[in-house]
């Protein structure tokens, strides 16, 4: 075994809405692991291929972007959240939009880009563990990962945290009009030929419906300590 195929990863997998990105970042700061947005990959190409004033469904265009786009990722200094930097640029404002999680879902269908961020992903794996969000985190990047979890919650609940969300933030959205959205990228996600959204074999299904962050944590930090 590799020294980084020798690092824990705890892959939490699920769609928009979900969880993931606050259960994720807590789980990976209880456990004091790094953490991958992998979404946030996927949503840094779409805003650079944008930015480029590139034609999204041009494949082979948007990969030559998504092989060439600089992403980082710097933490806040002040407990806030982290921010996405695409190409010098702090994208993070950008890049929370419906928008660009509807041009991240067009261009995460084409082989050739998801193939582009593969070796970014596998870097983040690094002592000593990693928590990776995602679609495909525990069936396609990490299928070896030791510790894996699906989340799940009904639409309607999930467009309400979207919505909730993206209000905290100041962005102007109606519920409706996310509800479909939402149900649009997710059936785009679930249906695509490559890494479509599924739960891993292995993975354990939490159903997160009327459940609080706390108990959510608290079930998926069992998952690597019983
Ligand atoms: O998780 P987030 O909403 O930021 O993801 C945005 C989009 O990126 C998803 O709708 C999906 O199409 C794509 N994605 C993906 N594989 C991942 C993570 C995200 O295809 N591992």
């Known amino acids: 075994m590799s020294q980084a195929t020798s690092v824990p990863v705890l892959t939490i997998d699920g769609p928009s809405?979900?969880?993931?990105?606050?259960?994720?970042?807590?789980?990976?700061?209880?456990?004091?692991?790094?953490?991958?947005?992998?979404?946030?990959?996927?949503?840094?190409?779409?805003?650079?291929?944008?930015?480029?004033?590139?034609?999204?469904?041009?494949?082979?265009?948007?990969?030559?972007?998504?092989?060439?786009?600089?992403?980082r990722f710097r933490a806040a200094t002040d407990g806030g959240e982290t921010r996405v930097i695409v190409n010098g640029h702090d994208a993070t404002d950008e890049l929370r939009t419906e928008t660009a999680g509807a041009a991240a879902s067009a261009i995460a269908s084409m082989p050739s880009v998801r193939e582009a961020l593969v070796a970014l992903q596998l870097g983040f794996r690094k002592g000593p563990g990693l928590v990776a969000d995602g679609r495909d985190m525990g069936t396609v990047i990490f299928p070896d990962a030791a510790f894996k979890v699906f989340l799940t919650a009904s639409a309607a609940e999930r467009a309400k945290r979207r919505y909730k969300q993206l209000k905290e933030k100041g962005l102007s959205v109606t519920l409706g009009g996310l509800q479909r959205e939402i149900e649009a990228r997710d059936s785009r996600d679930a249906s695509r030929v490559v890494a479509p959204l599924r739960p891993a074999e292995d993975a354990l299904l939490v159903d997160t419906t009327g459940i609080g962050i706390d108990e959510v944590v608290a079930k998926v930090l069992s998952v690597v300590r019983p």
């Open 17 to 71: 809405g979900s969880g993931k990105g606050t259960i994720s970042a807590a789980v990976a700061a209880q456990l004091g692991w790094h953490l991958l947005d992998s979404g946030a990959l996927y949503r840094a190409v779409g805003y650079a291929a944008g930015m480029a004033g590139l034609d999204l469904s041009d494949v082979e265009a948007v990969t030559r972007c998504a092989q060439t786009t600089r992403i």
